[in-house]
């Protein structure tokens, strides 16, 4: 195609932002359009190209193999203008500042760093920590938050719920034995968190009438996965909170039966999202990396520690 054919820039830039939420109302939020407007300009490059971007489904949509190649091609596209026109500027890219609790940011966003930065070219992020201290840093672009919806004047999204699921530090195994059954856990040392789901759990496994032992109770997430790293007996966590710790061999998950947890992630917009079209790309990253893997895998092992060779017991004390 000539350069003298290409389609309209407003038609692309339609198409990239919808291709990217997989939305056309989503799409029509950002660019601050009606829906029927992203909806035509949409339908209006799909004739200039001759073929089909999207297959609309009830309530999403999903882009086709050209759809594919095309978003691949206009984010790219968009990313460089973005970056060229901040090299035009003469001035560096102004910081994606993203805030989240301890947990989320050291146990789930820290060790994605990277990806987030392939994924968004051209941004520099600067993760804070809730709680921390922080000088007179300028207030957060994006808020990562845990547990019921928050209250909050800036728009507010659900990401992600999750499964609370059993796991424990392969150094306490050693020292415990292997449990060969749910209901072994009655006899091991069970760390408690904000949840404390753990009668929950043990229902869920099919063992309805023992009452599981009283262990330590931890305040937060962050010091209840800490714990249990650290060998002081079986929490119930969050799987993607836990997940990055089980594929690096810190914890080992023990058995398939997970439950549901309360809570949820959420996200939350600050007043300079509506500005930086950046933010928004930033913000559509985290959504989709939230909610990459909803599976949960079955009982799974630590790399180069096999749970089966360690010896099963009893008892624990």
Do not use: C
Not at 18 to 42: K, M, V, Y
Not at 168 to 180: K, M
Not at 189 to 197: F, I, K, N, S
Not at 244 to 260: K, N, S
């Amino acid at each position: 195609m000539s350069r003298r054919r290409l389609p309209p820039l407003g038609a692309l830039h339609a198409f990239e932002a919808a291709a990217r939420h997989q939305s056309f109302a989503r799409a029509a939020e950002e660019l601050h359009l009606t829906d029927g407007a992203i909806s035509h300009r949409i339908r209006d490059l799909e004739d200039r190209l001759g073929m089909r971007l999207f297959r609309r489904l009830h309530r999403k949509v999903v882009l086709t193999e050209h759809g594919r190649r095309l978003y691949a091609t206009s984010r790219e596209m968009f990313d460089l203008l973005a970056r060229g026109l901040v090299e035009l500027d003469g001035l560096p890219a102004e910081p994606v500042r993203i805030a989240a609790p301890a947990v989320i940011a050291t146990r789930w966003l820290l060790p994605r760093m990277d990806e987030l930065e392939t994924a968004v070219p051209g941004i520099e992020p600067h993760l804070m920590v809730e709680g921390a201290p922080d000088g007179d840093a300028p207030p957060p672009d994006l808020i990562l938050r845990i547990g019921a919806r928050p209250r909050s004047s800036e728009r507010v999204d659900r990401l992600a719920g999750d499964m609370l699921v059993p796991v424990a530090a392969p150094v306490y195994l050693a020292r415990a034995g292997r449990p060969a059954a749910p209901e072994a856990l009655l006899r091991y040392r069970l760390l408690r968190g904000p949840d404390d789901a753990w009668d929950l759990w043990f229902r869920s496994a099919g063992i309805s009438r023992a009452e599981p032992p009283r262990g330590p109770v931890l305040g937060d997430h962050d010091h209840l996965i800490g714990a249990a790293i650290a060998g002081h007996g079986v929490a119930l966590a969050p799987n993607r909170m836990v997940a990055t710790d089980i594929a690096a061999g810190r914890l080992a998950r023990l058995f398939a039966t997970a439950v549901p947890w309360t809570d949820a992630y959420w996200l939350i917009h600050g007043e300079s999202a509506a500005d930086r079209p950046e933010i928004e790309r930033v913000a559509a990253w985290l959504e989709q990396a939230m909610t990459a893997d909803d599976g949960l895998p079955g009982r799974s092992t630590l790399p180069g520690s096999d749970l089966r060779r360690i010896p099963e017991r009893p008892t624990v004390d």
